[in-house]
């Protein structure tokens, strides 16, 4: 296999891995998880109503991103993308209740897009030279 074979076959797992996250997460704000409401309150959030609107807009989001990294990885979506993975890290711990060990666990949520999107410009600027 060449070297343009395993950047191909390495945006493709990266493309998918980053699809499946957001899918699942979607879909769970989309069922207005229950469990995800107390991540709201360090925000002054805390009635039930607004926080399963909130968590319908983040799973639509969430679930368009997903289908738009299978389709065609785009710039501007990929930043936010790592920026949302790094902050959901982040309201479990420190902005949240949890222990360290959760936001530890959700490295890949923030670090999957990352590494796709310095993949991407990585080709592109290869490309132009």
Known sequence: MNNINYQKAMNWV????????????????LQGKEGWFKYFEPFGITNPDTIVSLLLVVGIVDVLL???VLIKPMRLAL???VFWGLFTAMIRWPLGPDPVWDFVERWA????PLALLLLIEW???RSAN
Do not use: P, S, T
């Open 79 to 81: 930043m936010w993308m």
């Open 66 to 68: 997903a289908v738009l």
């Open 14 to 29: 990266l493309r998918i891995a980053i699809a499946g996250e957001f899918i699942g997460h979607g879909v769970f704000a």
């Open 109 to 112: 949520n923030w670090g999957a």
């Open 123 to 125: 080709q592109k600027n």
